[in-house]
Antibody, heavy 115, light 112 residues
């Protein structure tokens, strides 16, 4: 069975960085992209970007230009999302999901940005 | 960015009755390969979103057949033939044709 398991709750101060992990199991990691989506409290979903599981190539929404980095460790079948220069508006639940179709989701990682 | 507009934003429904949610995109969602990358997701309270429908009308494994998707171009619909208690929550459409991918605002399906 396919699973994506994410790292735990994070509390950060404004200006700091956060790195969220997404451990994949139950399928061949290199076969699929991993996408990242976030959801601020009471809001809709927002696409952040993705990383190609095989090549490591990435793409991201222009909204996060210069602040977001996607990486992966194929030996650990884990993808990572790092968001820098955090602002209070970045407070959200961050999800990883498999492929552009988002067919399988991680459980979400709550990131709170507060001084 | 492609804007996805859902209506209604709130949908009170009686158990056993049908429900219908509309989703309109600001541009055609037909990709150069001929497919249309329009998905529907369900999010129950306190849970992670779950994909129900992909490529307009294809149901995911395990999704009851009371859920159906239809539409083309810029106009899409999710229908539930007879609403059950487990169906209440928020539904989102999402386009995966144009970068960046975008979601609708969500439609809250509520008990009437």
């Amino acid at each position: 069975q396919v699973h994506l398991v994410q790292s735990g709750v994070e509390v950060k101060e404004p200006g700091a960085s956060v790195k969220v992990s997404c451990k994949a199991s139950g399928y061949t990691f290199k076969t699929y992209d991993i996408h990242w989506v976030r959801q601020a409290p009471g809001q809709s979903l927002e696409w952040m970007g993705w990383i190609n599981g095989a090549t490591g190539g990435t793409n991201h929404s222009h909204k996060f230009q210069g602040r977001v980095t996607f990486t992966r460790d194929t030996s650990a079948t884990t993808a990572y999302m790092e968001l820098s220069r955090l602002k209070s508006e970045d407070t959200a639940v961050y999800h990883c999901a498999r492929s552009g179709g988002l067919d399988v989701w991680g459980q979400g990682t709550t990131v709170t940005v507060s001084s | 960015d492609v804007v996805m507009t859902q209506s209604p934003l709130s949908l009170p429904v009686t158990l056993g009755q049908p429900a219908s949610i509309s989703c309109r995109s600001s541009q055609s969602l037909v990709y150069r390969d001929g497919d249309t990358y329009l998905n529907w997701f369900q999010q129950r309270p306190g849970q992670t979103p779950r994909r129900l429908i992909y490529k307009v009308s294809k149901r995911d494994s395990g999704v009851p057949d009371r859920f159906s998707g239809s539409g083309s171009g810029t106009d899409f619909t999710l229908k539930i033939s007879r609403v059950e208690a487990e169906d209440f929550g928020v539904y989102y459409c999402m386009q995966g044709t144009h970068w960046p991918y975008t979601f609708g605002q969500g439609t809250k399906l509520e008990i009437k």
